[in-house]
Structure formats: structure tokens, C-alpha cells
């Protein structure tokens, strides 16, 4: 438990320690749903300087929490940091999302890649933890994050955004040995991208695996839990004397929840399609659980918003090792009213379930 927190509800229910009340905070929850966060995005310019800027990252972390009564921060960035500094080209474009000018087909192309120096090549991502750091003072915990090297590979291979990812898969099956080629290098370079935020600063560490539900039953474990898990292998689960808590969350992972507890991990995190009560009693408390409110719930109206927050907890039942998130990121048309229902309602309604 990281002592010199105001708030560590987050870091004592991650590692299903006794809370007073449910901890929550929302994926994407620094984003284009709140208007200060297009103000400061425009100030910026586009997305990548907003990210490639210290002060201007910090800006856009600390505002849902001068709004919301969220028990934690997460580190303004994106997953696609570590191939931007291996120097494919990365370019963010309007309505079409990321793109890399030099995408990686081959193995020549994976040949020519090295494991970036988080403090040199990636200095701007820890500069903002530091100033995050400095600037939360302890109020509540700082999240860092990376991708997972399969969510990571598609892009890199796809050269963009993909729905059928023919070309990561096509690569899986035909041409296997070089995307484990790739996803070695990723999940080192992973590795020390998060240990170097650790040691910048970060009090909990997530691994987000958006892509990896795309995966057939037979590939899952072997092209990306196997990479996840020697990611969190390779982590310093310790700062200062403090536990460094992980999190690990697939999208579509309900399938594979056995499996994903044995990667070692603290607390699996759950998409909206799963019972959570269900999941629970599945894991045997043996690792806490974050979700898994269905985001477009937040569309709808304040009774509505309170009564399926107390659908999830009562689902989840009493005693620690919950943190209530939504079960994936938030949707830019939000209302920011709807969200500070639902942090209320979380810290309100739980209560009861840790008496």
C-alpha cells in the first residue's frame, strides 16, 4: 500500500485488501467526452503533440478528476507510443484513426526494429508521469498503461486500424515464426516501457489487450497471454517499498478467464458482456476483478445510470476486490453529468457491501 496517499481505495482493493466503499474510475475517462479536454486538444494542436507534450498530457489527466470524485488517475498517452519511437511513421488521421507510414510485413522489416530507451526515446511519456506525480500530490493513485504486443502487432502490421485483421492474422498462420519474432520484441520493449513509468511514478500498471478477443480459441494463449505474462514476469512489482499492482484486460477475454488468472496479474479487468458475480465466483477470488458497467448505459438517464450500477455490485457481492469501471473506454458523446452519477452512485451503493 502506497503510504503517502490521501486516497489508496484504488491500491487496497487490487489487492483485495478491506476498502470502505467500491473504488472506480472509467477507461478513457481524460478524453473528447468532456469539453475542457477538446479545449486543451485544440490548444494542442493534434492528438500526438497533445501526447508528445508533459504539461499539456498532466493537463488532460488531472481534469476528470477536478469534475469527478474518481479514486484514481490514468496516464494521458496511447498504446501506439512504443512503435511511434521504433520509427514507423505514426499519424493520426481525422475519422480514420492511426496510421503508419512504415508498416512491418516482413521479416526484414521486424529485423530492422530495436527495443526503444523509454527515457530517451520515449522521455515525453515519462516526464508527464513525473508532473502528474508532482501534481496529484498524493491525492489518489496515478495509473500507467501500455498495449498488449498482439494489439500493438496489428497495427504495426496492418499499418492502421483494422476490423478483420487480415494481415496480422494471415501473418499468424502463414508466416508464425516472424510474428513471434515481432511480439518477443514488443513484449521487452513493453517491459521496460512500464518498468521505466514504475520508476517514474506510476503506482499501478494495466495492460490493455483490445484485440485480443479477435483471436481464434488456439491462438489466444499462444500470441498474446503468453507475451502478457512475460511482461508481467519481467515488472518491478515494488516501488519505494510500495506494491505495484497490475491489471490485465482482453476485450472479448470472457472465454479465457482461467487462463488469464494463472498470467499472474492482480486483478483481471472485464468487458461489459460478462457477469461479473459469475466471474468471480469462476476466479475464486483468487485475483480482484475491474468492471464492467456496459459504457452505453451512460446514455441514458440518472435512475437508470443508479440502478444498473447496483445491478454490477450486487452481482459482485460483498467483501473486497472489486474496482467498478465500465467494461470498455467511454464514448466521446457522453454527457459528463451521466459519469458524475455514476461515480456517486458507485461510492453511495457500495457502501452497504463492505460493512
Not at 7 to 27: E, K, Y
Not at 93 to 113: H, M, N, T, W, Y
Not at 218 to 236: A, C, K, N, P, T
Not at 322 to 333: K, Q, V
Request: proline residues 5%; charged residues 20%; negative net charge.
Amino acid at each position: 500500500m502506497s503510504s503517502e496517499l490521501k486516497n489508496d481505495r484504488l491500491i487496497r482493493a487490487l489487492l483485495r485488501q478491506s476498502v470502505d466503499m467500491t473504488p472506480v474510475w472509467i477507461m478513457r475517462q481524460a478524453g473528447r467526452y468532456l469539453p475542457e479536454y477538446r479545449a486543451t486538444r485544440e490548444k494542442a494542436g493534434d492528438f500526438i503533440t497533445l501526447c508528445k507534450t508533459p504539461e499539456l498530457a498532466c493537463e488532460v489527466t488531472l481534469q476528470p478528476l477536478a469534475r469527478f470524485a474518481l479514486d484514481a488517475a490514468i496516464l494521458f498517452s496511447d498504446i501506439l507510443t512504443i512503435p511511434d519511437a521504433m520509427g514507423l511513421g505514426l499519424s493520426i488521421v481525422e475519422k480514420q484513426g492511426p496510421q503508419f507510414a512504415r508498416p512491418v510485413r516482413s521479416k526484414a522489416d521486424i529485423e530492422k526494429l530495436t527495443v526503444p530507451d523509454p527515457e530517451t526515446d520515449l522521455r515525453y511519456v515519462m516526464d508527464a508521469v513525473r508532473l502528474i506525480r508532482r501534481e496529484l500530490d498524493g491525492s489518489v493513485p496515478l495509473i500507467g498503461f501500455a498495449g498488449s504486443p498482439w494489439t500493438i502487432a496489428t497495427y504495426m502490421v496492418e499499418g492502421r486500424s483494422s476490423k478483420e485483421f487480415s494481415l496480422a492474422k494471415g501473418m499468424l498462420y502463414e508466416e508464425p515464426a516472424n510474428l513471434h519474432r515481432l511480439l518477443a520484441l514488443l513484449a521487452k520493449s513493453i517491459t521496460e516501457y512500464l518498468n521505466a513509468q514504475i520508476a517514474a511514478g506510476v503506482q499501478v500498471v494495466m495492460i490493455f489487450d483490445s484485440w485480443g478477443g479477435a483471436l481464434a480459441q488456439s491462438s489466444y494463449r499462444e500470441f498474446s497471454l503468453d507475451y502478457m505474462q512475460q511482461i508481467i514476469d519481467g515488472l518491478d512489482r515494488d516501488a519505494d517499498g510500495n506494491k505495484i499492482p497490475s491489471i490485465l484486460f482482453t476485450k472479448g477475454g470472457g472465454l479465457w478467464l482461467d487462463a488469464i488468472a494463472t498470467a499472474g496479474s492482480d486483478a483481471i479487468g472485464l468487458d461489459w458482456t460478462m457477469d461479473i458475480g459469475a466471474a468471480r465466483r469462476q476466479l475464486k477470488d483468487g485475483v480482484a476483478i475491474q468492471g464492467n458497467l456496459d459504457t452505453a448505459v451512460l446514455y441514458s438517464n440518472p435512475e437508470v445510470i443508479r440502478n444498473e450500477v447496483a445491478k454490477v455490485l450486487a452481482s459482485y457481492g460483498a467483501g473486497s476486490g472489486h474496482i467498478f469501471n465500465l467494461g470498455h473506454g467511454i464514448h466521446p458523446g457522453i454527457n459528463p453529468d451521466n459519469v458524475a452519477v455514476l461515480v456517486d452512485a458507485v461510492h453511495e451503493l457500495s457502501q452497504p457491501y463492505h460493512q
